[in-house]
């Protein structure tokens, strides 16, 4: 990978990660000016990773205005969360009969995380964490590539949900009790009961 191209793609996480954690909220105007002042480079890379971006929903540009932050539309999320709810049965009848000891103790570890976190920007990665934990072990790798790919957008929406929250403490009871009817074996209990969790939140983002 050539020098120019490696600058393009640091360029372009970073911005990633500012909009994702909404450093850079949606609507704010992300000038060329200022991103190649802090990576002193040209503005010629820092176009790139912009049209980059643009291809990916990040960014949008306005006519004689400039860069902008793109709104994760309302629309857009409907259509992600039907996606990501037709995914989570198929993921979970394969990942729970895999999970072990470790799986337990690593998703008790970001739950008591959350529980204690008072940072919103970090909350939704945390929530990202423990959806790995109990996807993963599907090994169903192009599934959990489109379930990546759907979070990234989403956790802009759960970020700003949980910033909305954070004068509230972060309650794991919901994720305790589905860890623990996979414990004891009940598999399609679990997974019916982590739906419905997961219908309560998207109506609760939703409003």
Known sequence: ??????????????????ITYSRLKSGQHVKEADISKKFNVSR????????????E??????????????????????QTSIVYRLLVPVLLEKAIPRYNKKTYEKAELI?????????????G??????AKVIYYPSNMKYLLGVFDDMY?????LLNEFFENKEHEEFK???????????????KEEAISYWIDFIDKIIA????
């Open 1 to 18: 990978m050539n020098k120019g191209r490696t600058t393009v793609n640091k360029i372009a996480k970073f911005l990633r990660q500012e």
């Open 44 to 55: 010629v890379p820092v176009r790139e990773a912009f049209r980059i971006l643009q291809s």
């Open 57 to 78: 929903g990040y960014l949008e540009v306005r006519h004689n205005k400039g860069c902008f932050v793109k709104k994760v539309s309302d629309e857009l999320f409907i």
């Open 111 to 123: 739950l008591t995380k959350l529980e204690k976190s008072r940072d919103f920007y970090k909350s």
């Open 125 to 130: 990665y945390l929530q990202w964490d423990f």
């Open 152 to 156: 990234r957008l989403s956790i802009r």
């Open 172 to 186: 794991a009871t919901s994720h305790r009790h589905f860890m623990e009817l996979c414990r004891k074996k009940r």
């Open 204 to 207: 609760q983002i939703m409003h």
